[in-house]
Structure formats: structure tokens, C-alpha cells
Nanobody
Framework: QVQLVESGGGLVQAGGSLTLSCAASGSFFRINVMGWYRQASGKQRELVAINTRSGTTNYADAVKGRFTISRDNAKNTVSLQMNSLKPEDTAVYYC???????????WGKGTLVTVSS
């Protein structure tokens, strides 16, 4: 089992920055992929950025060049630095982790990011 706790959401003006953090805890051998997804009101959950254990990253086109994902394997944490925020970035952001052995996906409860225009 993996428990994920997010922090760092809030209200920011367009053009501003926020950093989201997520810490994994629980009983697990190793986490393979950690990442962030988001779900805006009335829309489906979508990928924002992921980071594999080896350091490979992947970003949604909408956030490339503005968001940076980073990970600390020793601490089982993942962060998302969000710059040049736009109103369309407003969403609930969810931390995701995939356990290496089982392949099971785990989700945090989400943290709300609101970008005002």
C-alpha cells in the first residue's frame, strides 16, 4: 500500500508560480513512476507530468516549458514547479505513484490550484 499526501495548492494570479509537493509513505518495495495529473471542473483527468525512477520525464504539451517535475527517490517525493500559470491551469491536481512490483496505481486526494485572470 502507498499513501500519497499532496501540498502546495492555492490561489495565484495569472503569470504567477506555485510548487506542488507529494510525499509517498506506506508499505512498498519501490515506486516506479511518480507524477501529476489534473482534473478541471467538468473535464476528465489528464496527465500533467510524470517522472520515472530512472529520471525520464514526460510533459503534457499544454505545460511544456512552464512546469518542471522533480523527484527524490530516496525520500519518495515528487514536486511540480509551475511557472507562468494561466487561468486554464485551474484544476485539482493529483499525485500519482505506480508501485514497481505490482504495477498498482495509487492516488492522492488532490490539491486545488486556482489561477485568477
Amino acid at each position: 500500500q502507498v499513501q500519497l499526501v499532496e501540498s502546495g495548492g492555492g490561489l495565484v494570479q495569472a503569470g504567477g508560480s506555485l510548487t506542488l509537493s507529494c510525499a509517498a509513505s506506506g508499505s512498498f518495495f519501490r515506486i516506479n513512476v511518480m507524477g501529476w495529473y489534473r482534473q478541471a471542473s467538468g473535464k476528465q483527468r489528464e496527465l500533467v507530468a510524470i517522472n520515472t525512477r530512472s529520471g525520464t520525464t514526460n510533459y503534457a504539451d499544454a505545460v511544456k516549458g512552464r512546469f518542471t517535475i522533480s523527484r527524490d527517490n530516496a525520500k519518495n517525493t515528487v514536486s511540480l514547479q509551475m511557472n507562468s500559470l494561466k487561468p486554464e491551469d485551474t484544476a485539482v491536481y493529483y499525485c500519482n505513484a505506480q508501485a514497481q512490483r505490482s504495477g498498482t496505481d495509487y492516488w492522492g486526494k488532490g490539491t486545488l490550484v486556482t489561477v485568477s485572470s
